[in-house]
């Protein structure tokens, strides 16, 4: 979608004015904001994505030769269109986790999760096998809980009492990618210990050979 996405936003800046009053903001916005949805994933910050919908809005001036602004019912089939492929496209999204990191003397990816989220796993013989791992300095005395359910309703509970990987088997039946929720009972930053100037706050580590990154 990004050559698409790009001709889009070029057609909807070509149509900004700024105009003295707001009456068509309420129109407008909703527009608006699909457009920066849809067109638009650079925008990874919700407070940048509405207010940027939200000055668009401002700035559509209604006149007949401008895009969409004629022809209302071309304007509401453009907007269900395009809330309906957002829909769709969050569902193929996986949300809850920190940008992949690459460890080079282990030759693993690794994505820090939040306290939830949604994902996906690729099916192995019918099985799909997310290997997670605790490194929170206190997990042997306060031990970390992971729940995961399958979009298939298979839930599994684990506890995570040291380093060491655990793997969670999914039944896929006859999926080749199996999404999946997930649940992580505490978090922890890595700055209370003392660590490296990291302030985020983790959950658990989702590990895959790099060999296997992205399938």
């Not at 359910?149 to 039944?171: A, N, P, T, W, Y």
Request: charged share 25%.
């Amino acid at each position: 979608m990004g050559i698409v996405g790009f001709i889009g936003l070029l057609a909807v800046i070509s149509a900004f004015k700024v105009k003295e009053d707001v009456k068509g903001i309420v129109g407008n916005a909703p527009l608006a904001l699909l457009i920066m949805l849809f067109f638009g994933p650079h925008l990874n910050f919700d407070e940048v994505l509405v207010l940027t919908a939200f000055v668009s809005s401002l700035c559509l001036e209604h006149k007949p030769k401008l895009l969409l602004a004629r022809f209302s019912l071309l304007k509401k089939a453009v907007m269900v269109f395009l809330f309906g492929a957002i829909l769709y496209r969050s569902y193929l999204s996986q949300y809850g986790f920190y940008p992949a990191e690459f460890n080079k003397s282990t030759k693993e990816i690794i994505e820090w999760s939040r306290k939830k989220g949604v994902g996906w796993v690729s099916c192995d013989d019918g099985i799909g096998r997310i290997s997670l791992r605790a490194i929170n300095p206190d997990v042997a005395r306060n031990p970390v809980k992971v729940s995961v359910k399958s979009s298939l309703g298979q839930l599994e509970d684990i506890e995570l009492r040291d380093f060491s990987q655990r793997i969670v088997e999914l039944d896929c039946a006859d999926l080749k990618k199996l999404r999946y929720s997930f649940y992580i009972s505490r978090l922890w930053n890595p700055s209370d210990f003392g660590m490296v100037h990291d302030s985020r706050s983790l959950g658990v580590q989702f590990v895959l050979p790099y060999d296997k990154w992205k399938l």
